[in-house]
């Protein structure tokens, strides 16, 4: 039984002490009421990493940075690489989010290491893909998100493939407040299901975690989760505030 998923994604926002808070909000409200099938993921900047995992029921809360160097170390200022990210406590990395593609330039190629540091440093990726609104006026969302897959994720083993959760956010939905319809967001996951099951297997297929990220809040969570593809989401806005996140945790 594939695993239902709700990370959240900070990205540059909160200073330490506030993300501390946040982190505490959220592991008091997931105790007391948060769904148990539910993986909970926080993805924090990588100041707040250390202090996040200890400020949380880590066999409860998991704890995602939000990107890794492409190099093991070195000479790299400013990188932080993925054996760092696993020796703050974190046991997932978001990789491959469209603002790291679109704002710092990753590539497949790029993207591909990243996975790879990842992998061996036993972190769980957190890999999304997704479209452009150019390419869903287009029509050929599902060739590009496929290609997308092809080019960095269906090139790993099975056995690492098996480690990857996937994130399915069109870009034209993230932090718009314009949301995919469950349609199309089951559309995709299917698609992105059956082509997972063509190179791997169906079994694998069944097995991997698909979540959907755009603009998924408290209000339309439920619709979204209710997609028999749909497994859960990665959260921007909405896991800013931790009734919010509860809700969506709370959402299937
Ligand atoms: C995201 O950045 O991963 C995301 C889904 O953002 P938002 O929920 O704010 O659209």
Known sequence: ??????????????????????????????????????????????????????????GRIGVASQNCAAEP?????????????KSTGAGYVILGHSERR???????????????????????PIYCCGEALEIREAGTQKEFVINQLEETIFQLSVEDFKKIVIA???????????????G?????????????AAKFGAEVADETSILYGGSCNARNASDL??????????????????PDFLAIINAY
Not at 225 to 242: E, M, Q, R, Y
């Open 168 to 182: 399915y956010e069109p870009i034209w939905a993230i932090g718009t407040g314009k949301t995919a319809t469950t």
């Open 73 to 85: 170390k070195g000479a790299f200022t400013g990188e932080v690489s993925a054996a760092m990210v």
């Open 184 to 196: 199309q967001a089951q559309e995709m996951h299917k698609d992105i299901r059956d082509a997972i």
């Open 1 to 58: 039984m594939r695993k239902k998923v709700v990370a959240g994604n900070w990205k540059c926002n909160t200073t330490v002490a506030e993300g501390v808070e946040l982190a505490k909000a959220v592991n008091e409200l997931v105790a007391k009421e948060g769904a148990e099938d539910v993986v909970v993921v926080l993805g924090t900047p990588f100041t707040h990493i250390t202090s996040v995992v200890d400020a949380v029921d880590n």
């Open 102 to 124: 679109e704002y710092y330039g990753e590539t497949s190629e790029t993207l591909n290491k990243k996975l790879a540091l990842a992998l061996e440093n036993g972190l769980t």
């Open 225 to 242: 989760f209710s997609n028999p593809d749909v497994d859960g989401g990665l959260i921007g806005g909405a896991s800013l505030k931790a």
